[in-house]
């Protein structure tokens, strides 16, 4: 048993009883904290908006995590789920089908509108089974396939659903000429949220939709967590570290990844809803493959497979996004004498990081204990089966 | 005594008949769908196949591109199985390349034939080499620390690597389409075969794609650091112990990857008189796609790959709607990896099995 075997298995050890009691008062803490933040802003202030969007990239991050992290199938079409949750908002919850006239459950002004009005809680029970489907759909194809060509064939799903919101303001592959998507000049405006016993959200305050986002991403953080503690859970980590080993464990391995991508999918497309009613349109150039890559970077810099850590990834690189790039650098081309715009660099910086958290630490920010060994002693089989043990 | 005991052979059921028919020619079937239906069409409608003719030969010399691309992939994927996510962008710098240089040597429509053949010809040296100097130095930072590291970690820094080379091309020449002089009149007619128009391009794609491919291939198969490479591919573990260094001959590997890469640059700049900084994502994704059909690992799969790949997207292009053509070989693109993963000439791999 090497140093480091030794050194983890102390850990784990360390972990008794009262510790554990000691990180769910942190965490509920945390958890307050963060409910509590938009009081000390402006209710319309852009941190708050920021926030919010940080908070629907967690829960995408998780969502992706439970495909990448957990069930070790390199998914790099993920922006499709954002485009399929995001259109279902644009369908269900919009005047866009004004040959339409469904309503259900929404509010007085609405159902004077044409179109087809859902309220937004149906339509991302909608989005999540919308997503769920579409991810066994794609998850179908991948299942003889491993490795490179799972990340190709989810990367060539993602881009066909990327023409098809392009394209599709006149019929589906040339074929017929209805519209569908509208194209880039998207669906627009989108129904705000509206919540049982509480008033309509409106685009003045926004603190409501960061505690709408926040409890989301507490629900996804939930049902990561036990799953990840679950038989399922096992069973993706088994999948992902050995899947011969896991096929003759009697793991049904069709059942356990096509469940990966239907999850992974629905937390996709339930942030997918959320955003499309946050930014009131659904956009077609919203869904472009570096959104993918965006999302990945994510649950790579914060460590695959770890949940906390891919919060902090989710975090961190959306500020970095909608703050740090922007605001804080952007003028630093011009100091050192360059003349460009850095936010025309955001997915360049991106790569970089992507290259640089591999080379560098390639395990993450926060890694998990699994994938921190791997990591550490590439090739070195022992330490693997020592932490497995 | 021993015949005896050799049991009967299970008699083979219909349903696996079915099966093996069908991954054997299932592919061939797909690949023949579009031609076959428009040129019934065409025969209905207008009497001759000269239109799907036409976009035949549009399609081999678009496919003569792709098929330098290919190579690449197929290379690289060969030895160390990695998919070069950057290797399509890489392309696009080899267009940039060419371009630039046009402007510093300062080739223009009015150059005479023999300055515009020795000036291309630098140009394409120059190009070939600084793709593939770079694909070198690529896998120096962002391959081989990660040689032993789980596969996903490559894979996400070839991602990372095709952000940065986009993003060298989005400061390079901006972020606009950029019109390259027509230098050959790549849309001039050279002479028709059959009633199709053969133009200039036509003639340029084949005539730079072809004596390398057959050098590429003669090369890889009958040189001492070919038969190094094939070691390498089939067992970096022995090919070590038998005295073959081996990451010289990966970054070798890259190297050519790389030259062909240079060259389809400069053939796409030429033929399409347009570079842009994104066009090497997708020209990467349908070479990719081209690599697989051939049976990624197959020097010749790809090329054959790269050709269909072309035939396919001209027949789109000209026939759905340019839109739509990247939709199209992607939706072939996951047919051909469900139905056949290894590819029309293609042995069976570990990752397609």
């Known amino acids: 048993m090497t140093a480091t075997a030794q050194r983890l298995r102390r850990n784990a050890q360390a972990a008794g009883p009262r510790s554990r009691t000691a990180a769910r008062i942190a965490t509920a803490a945390a958890i307050l904290a963060v409910a509590l933040l938009p009081f000390f802003y402006d209710s319309g202030s852009p941190f708050i908006e920021d926030s919010t969007v940080a908070l629907v990239y967690v829960v995408m991050a998780l969502g992706l995590n439970i495909v990448v992290g957990f069930a070790g199938l390199l998914d790099l079409g993920y922006v499709a789920f954002f485009a399929i949750g995001a259109y279902t908002v644009g369908w269900f919850g919009s005047s866009f089908f004004s040959s339409r006239n469904i309503h259900v459950g929404v509010a007085e002004q609405l159902t004077n509108l044409p179109g087809i009005h859902l309220n937004w809680l149906i339509v991302v029970v909608i989005a999540a089974c919308f997503t769920a489907l579409a991810g066994a759909i794609l998850g179908f194809p991948t299942l003889r396939l491993r490795g490179d060509y799972i990340a190709i064939v989810t990367l060539a799903f993602g881009e066909i659903i990327g023409r098809i919101a392009v394209n599709s303001d006149e019929g589906v592959f040339g074929i017929g000429d209805f519209n569908l998507t509208n194209g880039r000049r998207g669906i627009t405006p989108v129904d705000k949220i509206d919540l049982p016993f509480v008033e309509r959200f409106t685009t003045l305050d926004l603190r409501p939709w960061y505690w709408t986002a926040l409890g989301l991403a507490l629900i996804v953080l939930f049902i990561n967590f036990r799953l990840r503690d679950s038989r399922l859970g096992r069973a993706w980590i088994a999948v992902r570290e050995d899947e011969v080993a896991a096929v003759s464990m009697g793991i049904p391995t069709v059942r356990v990844k096509l469940l990966a991508y239907a999850l992974g999918a629905s937390m996709g497309g339930m942030a997918g809803a959320f955003l499309g009613s946050f930014y009131n349109t659904v956009n077609a150039d919203q869904f472009e493959f570096s959104f993918s890559i965006f999302v990945l970077a994510m649950i790579i810099l914060g460590g695959l497979g770890s949940i906390w850590g891919v919060v902090l990834g989710a975090i961190l690189l959306s500020f970095i996004n909608t703050r740090l790039i922007p605001d804080v650098l952007n003028t630093l081309p011009s100091e050192v004498g360059l003349d460009f715009d850095l936010t025309q660099l955001g997915f360049g910086i991106f790569g970089f990081l992507l290259v640089i958290m591999m080379v560098l630490r390639p395990q993450g920010l926060l890694p998990e204990k699994r994938h921190k060994a791997e990591f550490a002693h590439a090739g070195d089989e022992d330490i693997v089966r020592e932490v497995q043990a | ?353």
Not at chain 2, 21 to 26: K, L, Y
Not at chain 2, 136 to 156: C, K, N, Q, S, T
Not at chain 2, 277 to 294: D, E, P, Q
Not at chain 2, 323 to 348: D, K, S, Y
């Open chain 2, 1 to 353: 005594m021993e015949s005896a005991t050799i049991p009967a052979r299970p008699a083979r059921r219909p349903r696996d008949v079915v099966a093996e028919f069908i991954s054997r020619f299932g592919l061939i079937a797909i690949l023949l769908i579009l031609p076959v239906a428009y040129g019934i069409q065409d025969l209905q409608n207008e009497g001759d196949l000269s239109r799907l003719a036409t976009n035949i030969k549009d399609g081999l010399s678009n496919g003569a591109i792709w098929a330098l691309i290919a190579v690449g992939y197929t290379l690289v994927y060969g030895i160390i199985e990695l998919i070069n996510f950057a290797h399509g962008d890489l392309f696009m710098i080899g267009s940039f390349v060419s371009f630039t240089l046009m402007g510093t040597i300062g080739l223009t429509v009015a150059t005479g034939g023999f300055g515009l053949f020795f000036g291309l010809l630098l140009i394409l040296v120059l190009a070939m080499v600084a793709c593939g100097s770079l694909n070198v130095m690529i896998e120096r930072v962002g391959y081989r620390p990660l040689r032993g590291a789980p596969r996903l970690a490559p894979l996400i820094t070839a991602v990372g690597f095709s952000f940065i080379l986009q993003n060298v091309g989005l400061l390079w020449l901006g972020g606009s389409h950029r019109g390259v002089p027509d230098l050959i009149e790549s849309q001039k007619v050279f002479f028709t075969f059959l009633g199709v128009p053969v133009s200039h391009g036509d003639v340029l794609a084949l005539a730079v794609t072809a004596p390398l491919v057959i050098l590429l291939i003669n090369f890889i198969n009958l040189s001492r650091i070919g038969r190094a490479m094939r070691a390498t591919a089939q067992d970096p573990q022995a090919a070590r112990l038998m005295g073959i260094n081996v990451d010289t001959t990966i970054s070798f590997t890259f190297l050519l990857g790389g030259l062909m890469a240079g060259a389809a640059g400069l053939i796409y700049a030429l033929y399409q008189t347009d570079v842009w900084f994104f066009a090497g994502f997708t020209a990467g994704l349908i070479s990719f796609t081209a690599a697989v059909m051939g049976g990624i690992g197959n020097l010749k799969g790809a090329v054959l790959g790269g050709l269909i790949i072309g035939i396919i997207q001209q027949i789109s292009d000209n026939r759905i709607g340019t839109e739509w053509t990247p939709a199209i070989v992607f939706a072939f693109l996951i047919l051909i990896l469900v139905f056949r993963p290894q590819g029309l000439l293609g042995e069976q791999t570990r990752e397609a099995g």
